[in-house]
């Protein structure tokens, strides 16, 4: 199957970069196609502009969205966003691997999202939800957390599902993604070398069967 990691952290010795490159290897050695966005070594610029385009629509006010819906009819879009529009397209899986920072993706991955994910292309009119552009594709977060599992509760910082809602529902599931249980390890300065080294070792056994398990149902908080 094929496989993008998008990956947002700038320091390779960090847990972050032991889960990227440990998918990367258990990946690649079963037999998968492995592409890779590793957002910081590409100094991947996340800030959303007119560089996004080759081509202008209104040259005198840019509404970004207005842009991206010709540029996708134009063929228009910036080399370095079409390169990674390109593996989103071609990925059967992609696998975000991040560090929660303020309740969020880091600035950079996020900016990844604002620049590649756009009207016209990745979703338009109709074309969202059960309906999306990338149906049949998987999409799965695999993170790490400063703050312990027990703060994970409605009556602290609020269940990570809640947190993970507007990357779960909001982008992924919206552009037709079906999402996989997010792969989280909690409090990781805490942790012993020991128990991290474990957590390795469990995200590549996770890795080995991944393309059997379910998706799971992005909550809709509105619901509770
Ligand atoms: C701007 C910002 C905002 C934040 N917001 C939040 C927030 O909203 N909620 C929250 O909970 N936390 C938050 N944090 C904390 C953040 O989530 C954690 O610092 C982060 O998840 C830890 O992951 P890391 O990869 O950076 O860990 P690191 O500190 O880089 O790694 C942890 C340890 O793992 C070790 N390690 C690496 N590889 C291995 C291996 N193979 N075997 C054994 N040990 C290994 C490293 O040497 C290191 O000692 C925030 C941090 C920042 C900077």
Redesign the pocket.
């Known amino acids: 199957m094929k496989i993008l990691i998008v990956y947002a ?1 700038p ?1 390779p ?7 990227f490159s ?1 998918a990367v290897n258990a990946l690649t050695n079963a037999g998968h196609e492995v592409k890779v966005s590793d957002l910081y070594a590409m100094r991947f610029n996340p800030v959303s502009d007119r560089t996004n385009f080759t081509t202008v629509n209104n040259p005198t006010f840019f509404k970004q969205q207005a842009e991206e819906v010709y540029a996708s009819q134009m063929n228009g879009f910036a080399d370095f966003i079409e390169d990674e529009q390109q593996k989103v397209e071609w990925c059967d899986l992609m696998i975000w691997q991040f ?6 993706v ?1 600035a950079i991955l996020k900016g990844w999202v604002d620049r590649v994910f756009t009207m016209g292309r990745f979703y338009k009119n109709g074309r969202i939800y059960e309906n999306g552009i990338f149906r049949g594709k998987r999409a799965l977060l695999s ?5 312990p599992e027990a ?2 509760i409605k009556e602290r ?1 609020g269940t990570l599902e809640t947190i993970l809602h507007p990357l779960q529902r909001g982008i992924l599931e919206f552009t037709g993604f079906s999402v996989l249980q997010p792969h989280v ?5 805490k ?1 012993s ?5 474990l ?2 070792e469990a995200w590549k056994a996770r890795l080995k069967d991944i393309f059997n398990e379910e998706p799971i149902m992005a909550i809709n908080i509105e619901q509770g």
Request: no cysteine; proline share 5%; aromatic share 16%.
């Open positions: 952290h320091e010795q960090s847990m972050n970069g032991t889960m440990s560090p929660l920072w303020w309740f969020s880091p993170l790490t957390t400063g703050g703060n994970y910082y390890i909690y409090g990781t300065e942790q070398t020991e128990k991290l080294a957590e390795a």
